[in-house]
């Protein structure tokens, strides 16, 4: 296929999704603008061996709690975006010493990014598939298994087990979130979102 068909097939493939789309966001709401009050994070391995799975864990749970030290007090994924990026260095310190106090000597690298991510649940709600913001944490090689969550709201902190961790998100956002009967919703709307992310320009 040359460039030129590639580029018809993709139009004619977007204005069928834009033409299905119509339908799918509409069932899933107030949870298509949850990638804008959102701020996730992924935490990817050196590699898939026990050692560096259990310290990923670690490393995640030292990355938590210093952006939960900054972010704690953010109104909005602005606020805590804000933060984040102002304090990268000592959240990157943060992870840098979970490694090293477990015993390793992989490099850590921080960023803060827009990562495209896949409907995910997690115990209690369901985020739909989206372009996030997202704090990216890799370890070593970067070639294990990852970890997701969400940075703000601080829906991963420990401390957070028992209250209401969505309380910040609009009412409407917060539902949608906890409606076991959109999945099906969601996944159709991710195949819109993949669909997007791979009409992008460069794609």
Not at 68 to 77: I, P, V
Not at 113 to 124: M, N, P, V
Not at 132 to 149: A, F, K, Q
Request: charged share 25%.
């Amino acid at each position: 296929m040359n460039v030129k068909q590639n580029r018809l097939f993709k139009a004619a493939l977007c204005a069928l999704a834009t033409a299905c789309a119509l339908s799918w966001l509409t069932a899933a709401g107030p949870a298509e603008q949850l990638p804008e009050n959102i701020l996730r994070l992924h935490v990817v391995a050196n590699s898939d061996s026990e050692a560096d799975q259990s310290l990923k864990l670690k490393v995640r749970d030292a990355v938590l709690n210093e952006a939960a030290r900054w972010c704690q007090g953010a109104d909005s994924l602005y606020e805590a975006n804000a933060a984040v990026c102002t304090h990268l260095e000592g959240i990157t310190e943060a992870a840098r010493g979970a490694v090293k106090e477990n015993g390793f000597t992989d490099a850590v690298t921080v960023t803060v990014t827009d990562e495209f991510l896949h409907t995910r649940e997690y115990e209690g709600f369901t985020l739909p598939a989206g372009r996030y913001r997202t704090l990216r944490v890799v370890i070593g090689e970067g070639s294990g298994h990852n970890w997701w969550c969400v940075v703000f709201p601080a829906l991963c902190l420990p401390a957070a087990q028992g209250e209401d961790v969505l309380a910040e998100l609009p009412p409407e956002q917060r539902e949608a979130v906890r409606d076991k009967g959109l999945q099906v919703s969601f996944k159709l709307v991710e195949l819109y979102e993949e669909l997007k992310n791979w009409l992008a320009p460069g794609a």
